[in-house]
Nanobody, 123 residues
Framework: QVQLVESGGGLVQAGGSLRLSCAASGTGSIFSIPEMSWYRQAPGKQRELVAT???????VYADSVKGRFTGSRDNAKNTVYLQMNSLEPEDTAVYYCYAAVRSDSMYPATPYWGQGTQVTVSS
């Protein structure tokens, strides 16, 4: 089994910054993590993709966060980060970490989700 543990959420004023972290554990169960992503879900809205960070470093962002958010990974630590700058009230949501984890080179990746961390941006 693999667990994703998120941290770094909180309350910040508009224009401020936060950095989210998500660490995958279960060392014996992790061969590789091809994809790690951040999603968010605001009250009354569907969960949406914020950023995807591939193991090779390629990153894709939602249009709404381009230029403000930066995703990165430390593959040695099985950890993904999301640096969020110039935060807006519209960024308020629960942010979820997602990881596609391969436990073996022979099998496809298994999806895992973190428990979510609240980000609240006040105006």
């Amino acid at each position: 089994q693999v667990q994703l543990v998120e941290s770094g959420g909180g309350l910040v004023q508009a224009g401020g910054s936060l950095r989210l972290s998500c660490a995958a554990s279960g060392t014996g169960s992790i061969f590789s993590i091809p994809e790690m992503s951040w999603y968010r879900q605001a009250p009354g809205k569907q969960r949406e993709l914020v950023a995807t960070i591939m193991s090779g470093g390629n990153t894709v962002y939602a249009d709404s966060v381009k230029g403000r958010f930066t995703g990165s990974r430390d593959n040695a630590k099985n950890t993904v980060y999301l640096q969020m700058n110039s935060l807006e009230p519209e960024d308020t949501a629960v942010y979820y970490c997602y990881a596609a984890v391969r436990s073996d080179s022979m099998y496809p990746a298994t999806p895992y989700w973190g428990q979510g961390t609240q980000v609240t941006v006040s105006s």
